[in-house]
């Protein structure tokens, strides 16, 4: 069983920079792919990135590419995702999702956090 919470959430002007954290628990942490993902109004929850358990491989999507980086500290438990020049259209509830590797859907979600870019 994985626990996950999201923080980091803001205001940011257009072009700004923030940085979300996913608090995980359970002892197995490591062994677990996260992703984060990410739901606009009136839209439907879309991909951001994803990462293995060991950080070897990251994955983004088309839209956030060269921009966000995501990263984690198995010692501490934690996913980030860095995001830089940020868009309006970047405006969304983000989740932290984990699964095993060998699974294809992930069973664990945060709660998520607000993210409003302002033009």
């Known amino acids: 069983q994985v626990q996950l919470v999201e923080s980091g959430g803001g205001l940011v002007q257009g072009g700004g920079s923030l940085r979300l954290s996913c608090a995980a628990s359970g002892r197995t942490f490591s062994s677990y792919v996260v992703g984060w993902f990410r739901q606009a109004p009136g839209k439907e929850r879309e991909f951001v990135a994803s990462?293995?358990?060991?950080?070897?491989?990251?994955y983004y999507a088309d839209s956030v590419e060269g921009r966000f980086t995501i990263s984690r500290d198995n010692a501490g438990n934690t996913v980030y995702l860095q995001m830089n020049s940020l868009k309006p259209d970047d405006t969304a509830v983000y989740y932290c999702?984990?699964?095993?590797?060998?699974?294809?859907?992930?069973?664990?979600w945060g709660q998520g956090t607000q993210v409003t870019v302002s033009s």
């Open positions: 999702a984990a699964r095993r590797a060998a699974r294809s859907t992930y069973d664990y």
């Open positions: 990462i293995s358990g060991g950080a070897s491989r990251t």
